[in-house]
């Protein structure tokens, strides 16, 4: 007797263009908060304008990276904390999840944030906010090349939060959600390290070049898909603003990709709504349950790569921590901590 086709929702999701007002020029942090809080009523706007043209069904929304402040430019840890670091439980996230429950949708995006356990640092953090408001998924970003992650502290980032929260994977009733941050659709590992939670929709908040070729990013997005059996919705900024980088570096390019790699949708330059399509959970879960070649997730020998990680020791851990005490670089810091690897890499005659 044939097992049930397996079933899930198909709903609307948006990646949602947004122009970053990024907070690098403004002298004081208040400022730069009462920036960001434009910027959250601004994108409430073009929520509900692109809502209003689309129609009914959509419920999933994603926001770019980093789309409410930009990145650092010069500014030490402090600085960047005090001027666009949020706090958790702050006015910022009350904002965004009061734009959740508003448009009833789950909004994913993309920020700096604060964390009681390491006051000194700051992490950068992928979210997904639900229609009721509520945190249903936090991800900190793990690679990173200028910014702390929680692999620089990792011992004690697993005492505070244990191991679930490395690679977090929320249940929720548009599907299993999880997050990868920018850069990070570059690194195969942390799409497949979701997807062995159950993860079938990643939202990719990303800041990244604009460019009519097939740029390593886009090109990772569609591999991530195929590999996975995923749906990656990513949103791009749509130029950015208070930055001595020329406006549209950052833009175009927003897109949806369906589990079998094609590209459902995706948005010219500037601010757009144009990258929205429907997600069908029920696509993804059948592709999974079929026995095949395609199936690269059922496929895949994990215990096999496992071994060949755990003697390459290449990027070490806890490099901000030494006997419990975290250390809080300068940016030069992190690119000598490249260079070591390259050196051993060199050394041990893999490059």
Same mark, same amino acid.
């Given at each position: ?163 679930? @929260?490395?690679? !977090?994977? +929320? ?7 999880? $997050?990868? /941050?920018? #850069?990070? =659709?570059? %690194? ?20 990244? @070049?604009?460019? !009519?070729? +097939? ?7 569609? $591999?991530? /898909?195929? #590999?996975? =059996?995923? %749906? ?34 995706? $948005? ?84």
């Amino acid at each position: 007797m044939n097992a049930p086709a397996p079933s899930g929702p198909a709903y609307i999701a948006l990646a949602l263009q947004s122009l970053c007002a990024a907070v690098n020029d403004c002298a004081r942090p208040e400022e730069a908060r009462e920036r960001v809080m434009a910027s959250i009523a601004r994108m409430s706007r073009e929520i509900a304008g692109s809502k209003a043209f689309i129609g009914d069904g959509v419920r999933l929304v994603v926001l770019p990276e980093y789309a409410l402040t930009g990145f650092p430019m010069g500014e030490t840890a402090a600085q960047w904390r005090a001027k666009a670091a949020f706090d958790p439980d702050g006015r910022e996230y009350a904002a965004l999840a009061e734009l959740a429950v508003k448009h009833q949708v789950y909004l994913g995006g993309n920020a700096y944030e604060t964390d009681p356990h390491f006051p000194d640092l700051y992490f950068q953090a992928c979210f997904v906010l639900s229609p009721a408001g509520d945190t249903v998924l936090r991800y900190r970003r793990l690679i990173s090349m200028y910014a702390p992650s929680p692999y620089d502290v990792l011992d004690a980032y697993l005492d505070a939060y244990g191991e679930d @929260a490395l690679f !977090p994977v +929320a249940d929720t009733e548009i599907g299993r959600l999880a $997050a990868i /941050a920018s #850069e990070e =659709i570059l %690194y195969p590992e942390i799409a497949r390290c979701h997807a062995m939670k159950g993860a079938e929709v990643f939202i990719h908040p990303t800041s990244e @070049a604009a460019s !009519p070729l +097939a740029t390593p990013k886009n090109i990772a997005k569609q $591999a991530r /898909a195929i #590999e996975n =059996i995923a %749906y990656v919705v990513s949103a791009n900024t749509g130029g950015m603003t208070g930055t001595p980088i020329p406006q549209n570096s950052a833009d175009r390019g927003s897109k949806i990709v369906d589990p079998r790699g094609l590209v459902i949708a995706e $948005a010219a330059s500037g601010p757009s709504m144009c990258a929205y399509g429907e997600v069908d959970i029920a696509l993804a879960r059948r592709l999974r349950h079929r026995a095949g070649m395609p199936n690269l997730l059922a496929r895949t020998p994990a215990a096999l790569y496992a071994r060949e990680y755990a003697r390459a020791q290449l990027h070490p851990a806890n490099s901000l921590l030494a006997d419990g005490e975290v250390s809080v670089p300068g940016r030069e810091f992190y690119k000598a901590r490249q260079q070591r690897v390259i050196d051993t890499l060199a050394e041990r005659g893999i490059i």
